[in-house]
T-cell receptor, first 115, second 114 residues
Framework: DVKVTQSSRYLVKRTGEKVFLECVQD?????MFWYRQDPGLGLRLIYFSYDVKMKEKGDIPEGYSVSREKKERFSLILESASTNQTSMYLCASSLGEDLNTGELFFGEGSRLTVL | AQSVAQPEDQVNVAEGNPLTVKCTYSVSGNPYLFWYVQYPNRGLQFLLKYITGDNLVKGSYGFEAEFNKSQTSFHLKKPSALVSDSALYFCAVRDSGSARQLTFGSGTQLTVLP
């Protein structure tokens, strides 16, 4: 089974702090994604990556950056956390383009609260 | 551009009754369609997908969905609901010709009443 592991289930940070959310997958997937989930808004794509050191903006990249130095790891960075970034963050991965129907495998989520 | 609409925020159904959770989509090319389920404080779990072929797709936990190209719909169904089916359900679409990523709907909270 594919396993996508997010390092922190719950985080509480202060406004202005730098926040790192880490995600690791163990199935050698090429594609990795960061979504945020908010009530009534569903899942919105922040950033995704289809290869090491590659990244593409999703629908709501403002206030976020990402890093993918190794194939299995995809990090989401909040350079200066703000209260409107309080949310559930979901990491996901999928197969590379040749085999990819788009099916995503999700981690358990990281619930971030910014005070 | 690709988009998904889930017109119902909340669906309530009695245990043992059939359930339907609605989803409509918009893509330029051919759609790949997915349903995911989320239990409280958990990540999303894959239920089923439509890629090509038979319009009726069967998935996990007795769920099925029907792809209707003319109505651009992909409604999730189950013949007999269980209390344990209560969860948040998300429909998602990928335009097979132009997109790498999935676009999700806003979610439908299903409550099955005992």
């Amino acid at each position: 089974d594919v396993k996508v592991t997010q390092s922190s289930r719950y985080l509480v940070k202060r406004t202005g702090e730098k926040v790192f959310l880490e995600c690791v997958q163990d199935m050698d997937h090429e594609n990795m994604f960061w979504y945020r989930q908010d009530p009534g808004l569903g899942l919105r794509l922040i950033y995704f990556s289809y290869d090491v050191k590659m990244k593409e903006k999703g629908d709501i990249p403002e206030g976020y950056s990402v890093s993918r130095e190794k194939k299995e790891r995809f990090s989401l960075i909040l350079e200066s956390a703000s209260t409107n970034q309080t949310s559930m963050y979901l990491c996901a991965s999928s197969l590379g383009e040749d085999l990819n129907t788009g099916e995503l495998f999700f981690g358990e989520g990281s619930r971030l609260t910014v005070l | 551009a690709q988009s998904v609409a889930q017109p119902e925020d909340q669906v309530n159904v009695a245990e043992g009754n059939p359930l339907t959770v609605k989803c409509t989509y918009s893509v330029s090319g051919n759609p790949y369609l997915f349903w995911y389920v989320q239990y409280p404080n958990r990540g999303l779990q894959f239920l089923l997908k439509y890629i090509t072929g038979d319009n009726l797709v069967k998935g996990s936990y007795g769920f099925e969905a029907e792809f209707n190209k003319s109505q651009t719909s992909f409604h999730l169904k189950k013949p007999s609901a269980l209390v344990s089916d209560s969860a948040l359900y998300f429909c998602a679409v990928r335009d097979s010709g132009s997109a790498r990523q999935l676009t999700f709907g806003s979610g439908t909270q299903l409550t099955v009443l005992p």
